[in-house]
């Protein structure tokens, strides 16, 4: 997309992402399920470097504890920088520094975010030129969330949540993330929820095969009106999340029970996002949140997905 060959560093942002809306399918004779989802890109970012090496490296910083994130060929943002290589043709290698601000394992997608960020900064650095669409189907090998940063704004995913399509948004909405001491595994709350749904069978309709986004939502991101939009967020994978961390729904009740319109886990958790009115509201609740020790920040979405920053 760039030439940007004789530079010494390439810098690249893309942001995490909340899913206002998650329908998940049934599970399929290969333990995966299909999915629909409303995803919108928030104002917390992962910032990529990526500078000229013979080999491939990752070091981290930011305002998380990094310290338990792998820093070999299993992270995602070598295996993106590895993918580009394959794709192009290319020989060298690159170092890349991560500053991250999304919480690990949190349901924001930030190894997603890392990993779009870094197709962009190589291929900026290395000016192997690839057109964004290469990009993107690079990008949908490596995760199902990995489009959508690289993509950014209000969208509608299916399959496995990387098939995309745009959805509009009017204005912007404010958000109040509580973020968690604790990670969780994806793979363990969606074997939750199949556990969920056979012990509850009797109870609740079928999954469906191929699950839809709710109309209701896509007319509240249409309209940029916040209270309808409380009244549609909805994530299937919520109820089994709560039931592996208890402790968050006493999260949730406090966010309610202090001004927000709405709170629902964002992805397979455990991070919290409470929808509120507006800025004066998402201070306040970060405010009375915070007089409860829990680690809060704000943030607006919808915005940009993966871009060059010019530093």
Not at 48 to 73: H, M, N
Not at 168 to 193: I, N
């Amino acid at each position: 997309m760039t030439n940007a060959a004789a530079s010494t560093v390439v810098h690249a942002r893309a942001p995490g992402k909340i899913n206002v809306f998650l329908k998940v399918g049934a599970v399929l004779e290969d333990g995966y399920h299909e999915v629909a989802t409303a995803y919108q890109a928030v104002s917390l970012y992962e910032d990529v470097r990526a500078y000229p090496a013979d080999d491939f490296s990752v070091e981290f910083s930011g305002s998380i504890d990094t310290s338990g994130l792998a820093v070999d060929g299993s992270n995602l943002a070598i295996k993106a920088a590895r993918a580009l290589a394959r794709k192009t043709g290319f020989r060298g290698g690159v170092r890349l520094t991560v500053e991250k601000n999304v919480p690990i394992a949190g349901g924001m997608g930030g190894g997603s975010a890392d990993a779009a960020a870094t197709l962009l900064a190589c291929d900026a650095l290395w000016g192997t030129e690839a057109s964004r669409d290469d990009l993107l189907s690079i990008a949908a090998t490596l995760g199902a969330d990995v489009p959508f940063a690289f993509t950014g704004g209000t969208a509608i995913g299916t399959g496995r949540g990387d098939r995309l399509s745009p959805a509009l948004a009017k204005g912007q909405f404010h958000w109040v993330l509580a973020l968690a001491e604790f990670g969780m595994s994806t793979p363990a709350v969606y074997d939750e929820l199949d556990r969920h749904r056979e012990r509850h069978a009797q109870d609740i309709f079928p999954a469906q095969l191929q699950p839809t986004v709710d109309a209701n939502v896509l007319q509240a991101l249409r309209a940029g009106d916040p209270a309808m939009l409380a009244e549609s967020l909805h994530n299937d994978l919520q109820a089994p999340a709560l039931h592996l961390a208890p402790g968050l729904a006493k999260v949730l009740e406090l966010g309610e029970a202090n001004g927000a319109l709405a709170g629902i886990l964002s992805g397979s958790g455990p991070t919290v996002a409470f929808l509120v009115r507006d800025s004066d509201s998402a201070l306040e609740l970060q405010v009375a949140l915070s007089a409860s020790r829990l680690h809060v920040v704000r943030a607006t979405g919808p915005v940009h997905g993966a871009r060059i920053i010019h530093d």
